[in-house]
């Protein structure tokens, strides 16, 4: 008792800094979270006391360096306070494509951002800094002698020990999340380009190829597949429609897998160098478009880059935000049946049946019920966890039977692959989501249409595509599959991974 109170004042001043902390910064990544029910707010609960236990070790450390702290803790204060700002009024994720836009938008764009409320949050910030830096400069200790210092250590190590049970649990949270995701701007790829220097041509001529890359979706709940709810009636409506059932990777979360599907990379390789899918393209003459309803991720953005086209709908809304935009935006972003010269791959990147499942689809797709009512998985059950799963399904059908039919009207030799870039975990061995080996996260669902105009140019490619149907494949198809449909010379690709083939 006798120390608390000679550190009675380092003890209200540190109080004191992380209620502000915790108003300006920390509780504005809780503020759009459905809790659902009791069990999952206490746990939601737990989980803001201990990030903000590891926040409290961090700042007492700096503390510690009072010149340092004077000089520092103001600047990042008011950086983490601006963007819990949108956090909380927008619910926008502070990720990789946050920073990235930040630090590249022109500085007329940025101007209108800013609004009176804007300037009023952040003038109670500055308030806030005031009068932290006020009482701070009082203090008489503030030392390693403190109790205080014990518990900061024990604070440090709480993010460690949280970290290592389930990575992201605090880096995806304020103000974690923007050192993170600054450390990933600046950190330079891993993955090395090579450049497409020979001289490339395609036979064909009127080719329009539409990739869609998918995310987290299992083969085995596809009613193409044989799974026992209609989740794909639409789709099941369609001639020229191939399921594939046994498609493999062992690569189960997106920042590994999207890279190694729109490379000539393998499941197998442990090289830094690849060739990307549309750089060979570009070469043979292509028209090239990504439009995407992710933020791009560094380990695949400078694939990406090789398009001729870009357009990140949403961007500034992350899988984690709960005011994601919907996949069928993509659709409201592009004229499929618009025509034009020669050939074309347009590439569709979803956000798919990416947890939270109940963003992830509309009132029209809401069949299977009970659904989810909260983000916390141990609050719901297995049974309301694969209804709401299912449903964002029945939206994927939804989202390819619109292009199927747009295309439909295309006068184009046109054709649809879509692929997702792993599947995922709905309970099987105590497991849920991805990022983890198990066969469920291993088997994404894969799917090709194609139009009479493409089997009657195509007689073969179309028998091919019938006999692999049954084959088990691992993703290392797609490049050499979308190069040998393209009838590519003069870039060597593997015929025998290909599907047309």
């Known amino acids: 008792m006798e120390k608390i109170k000679v550190y009675k004042k ?13 108003l300006f910064i920390t509780i504005a990544c809780y503020v759009h979270v459905p809790f659902g029910t009791v069990k999952a707010f206490f746990i939601y609960v737990i989980h803001f006391l201990l990030l903000q236990f590891s926040v409290f070790g961090f700042i007492y450390i700096l503390s510690l360096f009072k010149r340092v702290f004077i000089l520092l803790f103001p600047i990042l204060f008011l950086i983490c306070a601006c963007l819990s700002f949108w956090v909380y009024s927008q619910d926008i994720s502070i990720d990789f494509g946050m920073i990235q836009a930040i630090s590249e938008t022109n500085l007329d764009i940025a101007v209108d951002v800013f609004s009176w409320l804007f300037l009023g949050y952040i003038l109670l910030a500055m308030l806030a800094v005031f009068i932290i830096l006020k009482t701070f400069t009082k203090l008489e200790k503030n030392t390693i002698k403190s109790p205080l210092f014990i518990l900061s250590i024990l604070g440090i190590i709480t993010f460690f020990m949280v970290e290592n049970y389930r990575f992201g649990a605090l880096k995806r949270r304020l103000p974690y999340s923007a050192f993170f995701s600054v450390k990933q701007y600046l950190a330079k790829t891993d993955l090395i380009l090579e450049d497409v220097d020979k001289h490339v041509v395609s036979s064909q001529d009127d080719l329009h190829i539409v990739f869609v890359l998918g995310e987290s979706v299992r083969a085995d709940h596809l009613s193409l597949n044989g799974y026992n709810r209609k989740t794909t009636p639409l789709l099941e409506l369609h001639k020229n429609i191939i399921s594939y059932k046994y498609v493999y990777t062992p690569l189960t979360y997106t920042a590994i897998s999207v890279p190694q599907i729109l490379t000539d990379k393998s499941i197998t390789d442990t090289l830094n160098t690849a060739t990307s899918l549309y750089s060979v393209l570009n ?6 478009e990504w439009i995407g309803n992710q933020s791009l991720e560094k ?3 400078d694939i990406v880059n090789t398009n001729d086209q870009i357009q990140i709908i949403d961007k500034f809304h992350s899988v984690l935000s ?5 996949d ?14 020669g050939n074309k791959i347009t590439t569709l990147h979803m956000i798919g049946s990416h947890w939270y499942y109940n963003s992830r689809f509309d009132e029209n797709s809401t069949v299977y019920q009970p659904i989810v009512t909260s983000k916390y998985v141990g609050s719901s059950s297995k049974t ?4 709401s799963y299912d449903n964002t399904i029945l939206y994927l059908d939804s989202f390819l039977n619109k292009i199927i039919e747009d295309l439909k009207k295309s006068s184009k030799n046109t054709i649809l692959i879509y692929l997702s870039d792993h599947g995922e975990i709905l309970g099987e061995d105590g497991k849920w989501f991805h990022a983890q080996k198990h066969k469920a996260s291993e088997n994404p669902a894969m799917l090709v249409w194609y139009s009479e105009k493409f089997k009657q140019k195509n007689p073969k490619k179309v028998e091919n595509l019938n006999l692999n149907k049954n084959n088990s494949i691992s993703t290392d198809f797609l490049f050499h599959s979308i190069l040998d449909l393209s009838d590519i010379k003069e870039f060597k690709h593997t015929k025998s991974l290909s599907i047309f083939n």
């Open 299 to 301: 380990s695949y953005e």
């Open 10 to 22: 380092e003890i209200l001043f540190h109080l004191l800094l992380n209620i502000f902390v915790a």
């Open 328 to 341: 069928l935006e993509i659709l409201n972003n592009i004229d499929l049946t618009k025509n034009f010269k």
């Open 384 to 387: 309301a966890l694969i209804n």
């Open 283 to 288: 070469k043979a003459a292509f028209k090239t």
């Open 322 to 326: 709960f005011k994601k935009e919907k």
